[in-house]
């Protein structure tokens, strides 16, 4: 069992916390019991517990060149999806935890977040291009629908005419539509929706608490008729088993409004791998051995690059015939014709890229 890491269980969870300011909620708000329940899937058989913390700050600057944006805000540690590629699962163990079922199952809630995204905002004394939200796990998680975290640091970017792009796969972002509606109108706005799946037996069988594609293309048509840029993240790809999905997703996300397209390969730190292999050995034993030697290929004979400006990129051949799909099928589909044409700002997830590559933009 992944949870090896979680059997820790004989001192209190408290006690491997960092962070003193940090406290486990005796009765947790249940998100399934609010009054936004018909945006969430059903609720997740592990039992949930909650830890809230007063951050010391919110906006995270980054300037790692694998990654496009310098500033991003995560409003919560953990992410209930539960999707077993999640790159974040690492980040746990800095809080004591295990990237397993800790993850999934542990989350901290960063209660302060909006009043410090306002001061925090207030000090800079140059404007920031971009805020963007989910650099790390989803704002939009099950239990943003009891904290309203993200909803409240969008009222505080409203006030400020403050751009900002998100990332999500979840459908509560619909609840927020006419907000990002309306800051759309002052700024500028972009949220992708993540759908790596459009099999959704696969989809629940790697990401088991996150919505169905189904659910996620519909996200993404309400957010397009509220007036919102969109664009779907085909993130990540995982050669050998969702590759042959590319199109299908592509084409359903531009019949649904999206405007913008980009797609990352899966890459597995040490402790993700263990996450990752375990469940697709559960759910595929006869293909998890092709999809781990595919992975290897794109990834240099391994399954992780962590070199910067390569650990959001793959190689080799197989990596771009993929990547010439992807591109093919931007193209015939009309997707991210704004940026190739200039008539909107780049901003790729990955860094520049190398002479030849087709660039994709995130924010």
Same mark, same amino acid.
């Given at each position: 069992?992944?949870?090896?890491?979680?059997?820790?269980?004989?001192?209190? #969870?408290?006690?491997?916390?960092?962070?003193?300011?940090?406290?486990?909620?005796?009765?947790?708000?249940?998100?399934?019991?609010?009054?936004?329940?018909?945006?969430?899937?059903?609720?997740?058989?592990?039992?949930?517990?909650?830890?809230?913390?007063?951050?010391?700050?919110?906006?995270?600057?980054?300037?790692?060149?694998?990654?496009?944006?310098?500033?991003?805000?995560?409003?919560?540690?953990?992410?209930?999806?539960?999707? /077993?590629?999640?790159? /974040?699962?690492?980040?746990?163990?800095?809080?004591?935890? $295990?990237?397993?079922?800790?993850?999934?199952?542990?989350?901290?809630?960063?209660?302060?977040?909006?009043?410090?995204?306002?001061?925090? !905002?207030?000090?800079? *004394?140059?404007?920031?291009?971009?805020?963007?939200?989910?650099?790390?796990?989803?704002?939009?998680?099950? !239990?943003?629908?009891?904290?309203?975290?993200?909803?409240?640091?969008?009222? +505080?970017?409203?006030?400020?005419?403050?751009?900002?792009?998100?990332?999500?796969?979840?459908?509560?972002?619909?609840?927020?539509?006419? #907000?990002?509606?309306?800051?759309?109108?002052?700024?500028?706005?972009?949220?992708?929706?993540?759908?790596?799946?459009? %099999? =959704?037996?696969?989809?629940?069988?790697?990401?088991?608490?996150?919505?169905?594609?189904?659910?996620?293309?519909?996200?993404?048509?309400?957010?397009?008729?509220?007036?919102?840029?969109?664009?779907? /993240?085909?993130?990540?790809?995982?050669?050998?088993?969702? %590759?042959?999905?590319?199109?299908?997703? !592509?084409?359903?996300? *531009?019949?649904?409004?999206?405007?913008?397209?980009?797609?990352?390969?899966?890459?597995?730190?040490?402790? +993700?791998?263990? +996450?990752?292999?375990?469940?697709?050995?559960?759910?595929?034993? $006869?293909?998890?051995?092709?999809? !781990?030697?595919?992975?290897?290929?794109?990834?240099?004979?391994?399954?992780?690059?962590?070199?910067?400006?390569?650990?959001?990129?793959? =190689?080799?051949p197989r990596w771009q015939a993929v990547q010439d799909l992807f591109a #093919?099928?931007?193209?015939?589909?009309?997707?991210?014709?704004?940026?190739?044409?200039?008539?909107?700002?780049?901003?790729?997830?990955?860094p520049a890229p190398r002479q030849g590559e087709q660039q994709h933009v995130?924010?």
């Open positions: 069992m992944i949870a090896r890491e979680e059997a820790q269980r004989g001192a209190p #969870l408290v006690q491997l916390l960092p962070w003193p300011a940090m406290r486990r909620v005796a009765n947790p708000p249940n998100p399934w019991s609010s009054r936004e329940v018909e945006w969430l899937e059903p609720p997740p058989i592990v039992q949930l517990e909650v830890y809230e913390e007063q951050a010391r700050s919110i906006l995270a600057q980054n300037d790692s060149p694998d990654v496009p944006f310098r500033f991003s805000v995560n409003p919560y540690r953990g992410c209930q999806h539960a999707c /077993a590629y999640c790159y /974040a699962r690492a980040t746990h163990s800095y809080l004591g935890l $295990g990237a397993g079922t800790d993850f999934d199952s542990k989350i901290v809630v960063k209660r302060n977040a909006p009043e410090l995204l306002a001061q925090e !905002l207030r000090r800079k *004394r140059q404007p920031i291009d971009w805020i963007a939200f989910s650099g790390v796990t989803d704002c939009y998680q099950p !239990l943003e629908a009891s904290y309203q975290l993200t909803r409240r640091c969008l009222e +505080v970017c409203l006030e400020r005419n403050q751009s900002i792009g998100i990332v999500t796969k979840s459908a509560l972002v619909r609840r927020d539509a006419a #907000l990002l509606g309306q800051l759309a109108r002052r700024a500028s706005v972009r949220v992708f929706v993540s759908i790596p799946f459009w %099999d =959704s037996d696969m989809c629940r069988a790697i990401e088991p608490w996150a919505p169905t594609p189904k659910t996620r293309i519909q996200t993404l048509q309400a957010l397009a008729e509220a007036g919102v840029e969109t664009g779907v /993240a085909f993130a990540p790809m995982i050669p050998g088993l969702n %590759d042959s999905q590319i199109n299908d997703v !592509l084409r359903a996300a *531009r019949a649904a409004g999206a405007q913008f397209a980009f797609m990352i390969p899966l890459r597995l730190s040490p402790q +993700v791998r263990e +996450v990752f292999e375990e469940r697709l050995r559960e759910a595929y034993p $006869g293909r998890a051995n092709k999809v !781990l030697s595919a992975l290897a290929q794109i990834r240099g004979g391994q399954s992780n690059q962590t070199n910067f400006g390569e650990r959001m990129r793959g =190689s080799g #093919l099928e931007c193209r015939r589909l009309g997707l991210n014709s704004a940026v190739e044409s200039k008539q909107q700002p780049v901003e790729p997830l990955a995130l924010f």
